[in-house]
């Protein structure tokens, strides 16, 4: 074999092995995302008595257990689709106890009709909102003579007034609030459009005053509804 043609076949060979580690390192980063993502609320999960915790096909997880007595359901959900903002993952954190009540009421922080996580545009009849409420929301209900009482509703929405607020919905099926938990970082993603998002725990200190919140809401629609009977 001629030198020249040794020096193509390590040259190939080194190629290849490369190739290989570059390969072999990609798989490993990956799995390691997965992983992370996976945990995501692993720390929040820290706050609930029992519990379980299902990893949807997008790679985030979904929890539910026991915190004070009452069973919460929190899910996170990724929005990339929207061009217009940047990439966003969003905390549902959901209360599925009924409630006397017989209307839904849902306000929507910075409407866009976006808003892929919600059900608010379903909801037949767009109320104008209060003066009281949060600057640029958005109200709508199925039934707005059988809402709860302003001075109530004023006490707990003044909670969206918070940038990471985004969405309340009181409903006779039970109560959620929706929660910024991040955002993609802006220069690798107008750079790279890189949207990685949900590598490092969502705090159970920033979850467990979410859940506090939708038990003391809870507590005050039941009660009040119970003594205009």
């Known amino acids: 074999m001629s030198y020249t043609n040794v020096l193509l076949a390590l040259a190939a060979a080194i190629a290849g092995t490369g190739f290989l580690y570059v390969l072999t390192r990609n798989i490993m980063d990956s799995r390691e995302r997965a992983a992370r993502r996976a945990a995501f609320l692993d720390d929040v999960q820290t706050l609930f008595s029992g519990g379980l915790k299902k990893v949807s096909a997008d790679g985030f ?21 929207n061009f217009r903002k940047l990439p966003s993952l969003w905390l549902l954190v959901t209360l599925p106890e009924p409630l006397p009540v017989r209307a839904t009421f849902d306000l929507m922080m910075r409407p866009r009709g976006v808003e892929l996580f919600s059900k608010h545009t379903d909801l037949p009849v767009q109320m104008a909102a209060d003066p009281a409420f949060p600057h640029d929301c958005s109200v709508r209900t199925d039934a707005p003579e059988f809402l709860p009482r302003r001075q ?5 929405t003044a909670i969206l007034e918070n940038p990471y607020a985004k969405e309340l919905l009181i409903s006779p099926k039970g109560l959620r609030i929706v929660w910024l938990a991040e955002e993609a970082n802006r220069g690798n993603y107008l ?24 038990i003391d809401l809870r507590e005050d629609l039941t009660t009040r509804l119970e003594t205009e009977r």
């Open 191 to 214: 750079l790279f459009r890189d949207s990685e998002m949900g590598l490092s725990p969502f705090p159970s200190a920033n979850a467990k005053p979410l859940l506090d919140y939708l």
């Open 61 to 81: 997880p979904r929890l539910s257990g026991t915190y004070r007595g009452l069973t919460f359901d929190i899910q996170v959900v990724p929005d990339t689709l």
């Open 152 to 156: 109530l509703l004023l006490k707990h």
